[in-house]
């Protein structure tokens, strides 16, 4: 290692300007945070468990705004049917989430990041949710950052901006300058809320059940599942030392794997608390930013790759990834590294489900059934003691998937139906891990829009799947038990799922106008069925 190269690069991927040096086993704030982690599990379930009275402190309030949501629907939104009713249902309870204040706001970010698991209705209405939040004065600001920091601002920042750069549910964000001179990032949790989040939880839990089967927009998130995947996600991300810690594991994740593309901005080693953390300041182009990235060079289908790539062996190999990608959570350095912020959602596989996580990947890459319904078993999307012949049966999947694109828009409306009944008389879940990991694979998905829409996805997921399978042979020897000469990507199989003809390729284009054909088709069965129930209302009122 060159003398004028960071020594704290040899424990992550991180700038090679840094405004510091990083040593892990030294720093100020990390003591006990292992413990501290297993102690914030432990007290998800105690939120979330439902007791016999409703919490006083804020389940009326939620109940009265959630129940008029649903009563205006009821009464105006839904017998107009199809996608106007959804909308409807959308509009309304993204407003009451709005009202109901910090805990439903993140409720409808982690909504609105769900495109492919939740309608397009409210994955439109809730990206509002995303939008600014009104800030937290500065007085407020500063009254925190001197409680945890335990020093008057001014002695710790040379400058420090009154108004924020970002405002979201949990926190603000706040560029400053330290007294040494180094340009920082200074997160600042809202006053409060931890304490409000703990009570919103657990006036959640209470209301969950009770909507239950009452919220066609939704079938399989069932709500009391969806609660417990949010208070594990919420709980970690309301102590910044976590995060801090969340940032050191997938920086040494990507320096042990070689993905040096990426790089994660340094925590300060003293000033990081449960509410205050104090971070290198990175700067780059923003996921749009298209004419920007090419005019400095930076190749676009390179990034979309290498983000795949270490995408998928975080999870595999080392059971950990960044479980928030979004346009506002990265951006792409001038030099083609994705730098990457904003760490409170990170994903953390332990053993067995870092097992399955590699088995599910090498059996969807090989089309081994058996493989990836067993998987999906042991990261808990289905019982332990699920039948997986019964599975197969029940779903045909021992057979060749239907084309969507042959079928009109009543089979596929009667096929989704029929899936769902099946996914739910199997007691079908969407564990957390699984839920970040989909979440995040779906911004990937939207993010190839902007940086390749012409990228050959057959050719990509060779390569891909390849170049894993190359880099990492003695650890799937060993973790799977299998030679990865065994290994053999099934293309035939990817190319009938993605809609290729007779070995053509497919780009994200032809893709994207597949996905455009079968949901035009759905839409119009689902207005068609709109029209005809509404039809029989109106004739049952006339009799």
Same mark, same amino acid.
């Given at each position: 290692?060159?003398?004028?190269?960071? =020594?704290?690069?040899?424990?992550?991927?991180? &700038?090679?300007? =840094?405004?510091?040096?990083?040593?892990?086993?030294?720093?100020?704030?990390?003591?006990?945070?292992?413990?501290?982690?297993?102690?914030?599990?432990?007290?998800?379930?105690?939120?979330?468990?439902?007791?016999?009275?409703?919490?006083?402190?804020?389940?009326?309030? &939620?109940?009265?705004?959630?129940?008029?949501?649903?009563?205006?629907?009821?009464?105006?939104?839904?017998?107009?049917?199809?996608?106007?009713?959804?909308?409807?249902?959308?509009?309304?309870?993204?407003?009451?989430?709005?009202?109901?204040?910090?805990?439903?706001?993140?409720?409808?970010?982690?909504?609105?990041?769900?495109?492919?698991?939740?309608?397009?209705?409210?994955?439109?209405?809730?990206?509002?949710?995303?939008?600014?939040?009104?800030?937290? &004065?500065? &007085?407020?600001?500063?009254?925190?950052?001197?409680?945890?920091?335990?020093?008057?601002?001014?002695?710790?920042?040379?400058?420090?901006?009154?108004?924020? @750069?970002?405002?979201?549910?949990?926190?603000?964000?706040h560029f400053a300058r330290l007294r040494s001179?180094?340009?920082?990032?200074?997160?600042?949790?809202?006053?409060?809320?931890?304490?409000?989040?703990?009570?919103?939880?657990?006036?959640?839990?209470?209301?969950?059940?009770?909507?239950?089967?009452?919220?066609? +927009?939704?079938?399989?998130?069932?709500?009391?599942?969806? @609660?417990?995947?949010f208070a594990e996600t919420i709980a970690e991300?309301?102590?910044?030392?976590?995060?801090?810690?969340?940032?050191?594991?997938?920086?040494?994740?990507?320096?042990?794997?070689?993905?040096?593309?990426?790089?994660?901005?340094?925590?300060?080693?003293?000033?990081?608390?449960?509410?205050?953390?104090?971070?290198?300041?990175?700067?780059?182009?923003?996921?749009?930013?298209?004419?920007?990235?090419?005019?400095?060079?930076?190749?676009?289908?390179?990034?979309?790759?290498?983000?795949?790539?270490?995408?998928?062996?975080?999870?595999?190999?080392?059971?950990?990834?960044?479980?928030?990608?979004?346009?506002?959570?990265?951006?792409?350095?001038?030099?083609?590294?994705?730098?990457?912020?904003?760490?409170?959602?990170?994903?953390?596989?332990?053993?067995?489900?870092?097992?399955?996580?590699?088995?599910?990947?090498?059996?969807?890459?090989?089309?081994?059934?058996?493989?990836?319904?067993?998987?999906?078993?042991?990261?808990?999307?289905?019982?332990?003691? @699920?039948?997986?012949?019964?599975? +197969?049966?029940?779903?045909?999947?021992?057979?060749?998937?239907?084309?969507?694109?042959?079928?009109?828009?009543e089979e596929m409306v009667a096929e989704l139906?029929?899936?769902?009944?099946?996914?739910?008389?199997?007691?079908?879940?969407?564990?957390?891990?699984?839920?970040?990991?989909?979440?995040?694979?779906?911004?990937?998905?939207?993010?190839?829009?902007?940086?390749?829409?012409?990228?050959?996805?057959?050719?990509?997921?060779?390569?891909?799947?390849?170049?894993?399978?190359?880099?990492?042979?003695?650890?799937?020897?060993?973790?799977?038990?299998?030679?990865?000469?065994?290994?053999?990507?099934?293309?035939?199989?990817?190319?009938?799922?993605?809609?290729?003809?007779?070995?053509?390729? @497919?780009?994200?284009?032809?893709?994207?106008?597949?996905?455009?054909?079968?949901?035009?088709?759905?839409?119009?069965?689902?207005?068609?069925?709109?029209?005809?129930?509404?039809?029989?209302?109106?004739?049952?009122?006339?009799?």
């Amino acid at each position: 290692m060159s003398p004028t190269t960071p =020594a704290d690069l040899a424990h992550g991927s991180f &700038t090679d300007d =840094a405004p510091w040096l990083l040593d892990p086993a030294a720093l100020a704030w990390s003591a006990g945070l292992g413990e501290l982690r297993a102690q914030v599990r432990t007290s998800v379930p105690v939120l979330t468990r439902r007791r016999r009275v409703p919490p006083a402190t804020r389940f009326f309030g &939620t109940a009265v705004r959630l129940m008029w949501a649903l009563g205006l629907w009821y009464l105006i939104d839904r017998r107009k049917g199809g996608n106007t009713s959804r909308a409807g249902l959308s509009r309304r309870l993204r407003e009451q989430f709005t009202e109901l204040g910090p805990t439903y706001i993140k409720l409808g970010q982690i909504i609105s990041s769900g495109e492919g698991l939740f309608p397009p209705e409210l994955i439109d209405e809730f990206k509002q949710c995303r939008d600014k939040m009104p800030p937290e &004065t500065f &007085t407020a600001v500063r009254r925190v950052v001197e409680e945890d920091l335990g020093r008057p601002l001014e002695e710790l920042f040379a400058e420090f901006d009154e108004a924020p @750069v970002a405002a979201a549910s949990i926190a603000q964000v706040h560029f400053a300058r330290l007294r040494s001179g180094e340009e920082v990032v200074v997160k600042v949790q809202r006053p409060s809320v931890a304490r409000l989040v703990r009570e919103d939880i657990r006036a959640m839990a209470w209301i969950a059940p009770f909507m239950v089967g009452r919220i066609p +927009i939704a079938a399989l998130a069932n709500p009391p599942v969806l @609660v417990d995947v949010f208070a594990e996600t919420i709980a970690e991300e309301l102590d910044f030392r976590l995060e801090g810690e969340n940032m050191l594991d997938v920086a040494r994740m990507m320096a042990e794997l070689g993905q040096r593309n990426w790089v994660v901005a340094r925590p300060h080693p003293e000033l990081v608390t449960a509410r205050v953390l104090v971070m290198e300041r990175l700067s780059g182009f923003k996921i749009d930013d298209i004419v920007g990235m090419r005019n400095a060079g930076v190749d676009t289908e390179d990034v979309i790759r290498t983000a795949m790539i270490s995408f998928l062996e975080g999870a595999m190999f080392h059971g950990i990834f960044h479980g928030d990608l979004h346009g506002g959570n990265l951006f792409i350095r001038p030099d083609g590294r994705i730098a990457l912020m904003d760490f409170g959602m990170t994903g953390r596989l332990d053993d067995r489900q870092r097992l399955a996580f590699l088995s599910l990947l090498i059996g969807a890459a090989t089309n081994d059934l058996r493989r990836q319904l067993a998987a999906l078993r042991d990261l808990g999307a289905l019982d332990d003691d @699920v039948d997986l012949d019964e599975v +197969i049966t029940a779903f045909n999947l021992d057979r060749p998937p239907p084309d969507l694109a042959k079928m009109s828009g009543e089979e596929m409306v009667a096929e989704l139906q029929q899936t769902v009944k099946q996914l739910l008389a199997f007691g079908a879940r969407l564990p957390k891990v699984l839920m970040l990991f989909v979440k995040d694979m779906l911004f990937i998905d939207g993010a190839i829009l902007h940086l390749a829409p012409d990228i050959d996805l057959l050719g990509e997921i060779a390569t891909i799947a390849s170049t894993i399978t190359d880099r990492r042979r003695d650890v799937i020897a060993r973790d799977m038990g299998v030679s990865p000469d065994e290994l053999v990507v099934d293309i035939d199989s990817i190319a009938a799922v993605l809609g290729a003809q007779d070995g053509g390729t @497919v780009s994200y284009r032809d893709l994207q106008q597949r996905r455009k054909e079968i949901q035009s088709k759905m839409e119009s069965q689902r207005e068609s069925g709109a029209r005809k129930e509404l039809r029989r209302t109106l004739l049952g009122r006339r009799r």
